[in-house]
């Protein structure tokens, strides 16, 4: 058979949450089954790191799509004229865009439906864009994965999907991801937080993770109890909103707060083995990898109480309502002050990550794929 994937979201030391996905499903994949051909299709120069066999034939397809204008090129234009040309089986989309344009049978990895949800955390272009397609390829996909029990759920109730349809494939975590020893937690402190205890936070600046909320619960952890922690926040500043902004330069304690920007998997691994405890707080997530890393890096989490991420964090985390600046801090001041809690918390983050791994996610993801084989 021959597969095609829509690759344009790997991208080389730029891979966030989808891309994640689409890398660590894909080496296994297309390794594991060297029966089929897999023609990966990008917008733009790709790197050799991504070709994982010789069953990947790599195809660079105009426009570069970062834009709702360029996407509509691509998937409804682009993407049509190559799979007919290629004569292809299925068209496998990790980041859940499809081209309507097109009776080639299509799977969609639809993560989660945020933006359904929230609508003015997006530009008014991408907003009507998501609100006008998803739904529509939602019901063009001969099948749909999604990451969690609850977006299954939510993407069948929201656009009247019957859960025969959609399959849940779980993220995983990269194994990278282990304990540190005092030595190497020193050494990070040190580079990061000139010595001082710190939480961690690692995802986008965007609005939905409530990264305003956790600053403010922040500042009011330090103002109460006065420790000399830190708060590192890891990711790129491209939805570094006006609010946050204002959040930011209102605190009391801002010289505390340490932004990083993203960081190569190397050190990543290092601040998240080193950090007190992630705190991870956002209004809506389909799923949060970084609770699955925090538990492989062996330290505890802090998380909000909705969405997917009970069904991820299970007993392991220390829950809070994230409209709840008060909560977030007394759940920092807990963690941060109980050993005995820490260390019930590490304990059953090493039982609950058992749950979570890339091979485990490759099985069910293939196993959706042939499905979508089947005549």
């Not at 894909?26 to 010789?54: A, G």
């Not at 985390?317 to 909560?327: G, H, I, Q, S, T």
Request: net charge neutral; hydrophobic share 40%.
């Amino acid at each position: 058979m021959k597969i095609a994937v829509n690759t344009r979201l790997l991208l080389k030391d730029k891979l966030e949450g989808i891309g994640w996905f689409t890398f660590e499903n894909l080496k296994r994949i297309t390794v594991n089954h060297p029966e089929h051909e897999f023609y990966f299709l990008f917008d733009r120069k790709f790197s050799d790191e991504f070709i994982f066999s010789k069953n990947v034939h790599a195809i660079i397809v105009s426009p570069p799509s970062r834009h709702p204008l360029l996407w509509i090129a691509w998937f409804e234009y682009s993407i049509p004229k190559i799979l007919k040309k290629l004569d292809i089986d299925l068209f496998v989309s990790p980041d859940g865009y499809l081209s309507l344009r097109t009776e080639v049978p299509q799977l969609a990895v639809i993560h989660d439906i945020n933006f359904y949800h929230r609508p003015k955390d997006l530009p008014l272009s991408s907003r009507l864009y998501y609100q006008y397609y998803f739904p529509k390829f939602a019901k063009k996909a001969k099948r749909i994965v999604t990451v969690s029990e609850f977006s299954k759920k939510d993407i069948c109730f929201s656009y009247h999907i019957s859960p025969k349809k959609v399959d849940v494939v779980y993220n995983g975590a990269n194994s990278i991801f282990h304990s540190l020893t005092p030595d190497e937690i020193k050494a990070t402190k040190d580079k990061y937080s000139s010595g001082s205890d710190y939480f961690l936070f690692v995802g986008s600046l965007h609005p939905r993770k409530n990264v305003s909320g956790l600053l403010n619960a922040f500042d009011l952890f330090i103002s109460q109890h006065r420790t000399d922690h830190k708060v590192v926040i890891v990711g790129e500043k491209m939805f570094f909103t006006a609010e946050l902004d204002q959040t930011y330069n209102q605190m009391r304690f801002g010289d505390d707060v340490l932004f990083t920007g993203r960081l190569d998997i190397n050190e990543l691994k290092n601040v998240f083995g080193a950090a007190t405890a992630l705190v991870f707080v956002p209004f809506f997530e389909g799923f949060g990898i970084p609770i699955v890393e925090a538990m492989y890096s062996g330290i505890p989490v802090i998380c909000s109480h909705c969405t997917s991420l009970p069904e991820v964090a299970g007993d392991a985390a220390l829950y809070v309502n994230p409209l709840d600046v008060e909560a977030i801090a007394e759940a920092m001041h807990k963690i941060s002050s109980d050993p005995n809690l820490r260390n019930e918390l590490i304990a059953k983050g090493k039982a609950q990550r058992e749950k979570f791994s890339w091979d485990s996610s490759a099985e069910k993801l293939w196993a959706s794929i042939e499905k979508c084989l089947i005549p």
